[in-house]
Nanobody, 123 residues
Framework: QVQLVESGGGLVQAGDSLRLSCAAS????????MGWFRQAPGKERDLVVA????????YFADSVKGRFTTSRDNDKNTIYLQMNDLKPEDTAVYYC????????????????WGQGTRVTVSS
């Protein structure tokens, strides 16, 4: 089992940048694929970014391609989401999640979730 804690959310203006972090504790972090999801008010939770165990493969939702990047530091048990050129439509609670798969974009494969960190982008 793995425990996840997100940090780095906040209130920013359109065009600004934020970096979210997700610190993991518990079983070996490198054995999990990781994902960042977000849930806007009144909407379903959606996958934003997925990254493989090794960090060699990554998926980005069309809405964030070219603006968001992700990386993981398996030595520090941490995954990062760098968000640039933020838009009001990026406003959401962002969750990191872990899957025992090597790499997956299916939400059903993510069994472990953090508590979320709120990102608000003003226009």
């Amino acid at each position: 089992q793995v425990q996840l804690v997100e940090s780095g959310g906040g209130l920013v203006q359109a065009g600004d940048s934020l970096r979210l972090s997700c610190a993991a504790s518990g079983r070996s972090f490198s054995s999990y694929a990781m994902g960042w999801f977000r849930q806007a008010p009144g909407k379903e939770r959606d996958l934003v970014v997925a990254i493989s165990r090794s960090g060699g493969y990554a998926y980005f939702a069309d809405s964030v391609k070219g603006r968001f990047t992700t990386s993981r530091d398996n030595d520090k048990n941490t995954i990062y989401l760098q968000m640039n050129d933020l838009k009001p439509e990026d406003t959401a609670v962002y969750y990191c999640a872990a899957s025992s798969s090597a790499y997956t974009v299916a939400m059903r494969d993510y069994k472990y979730w953090g508590q979320g960190t709120r990102v608000t982008v003003s226009s």
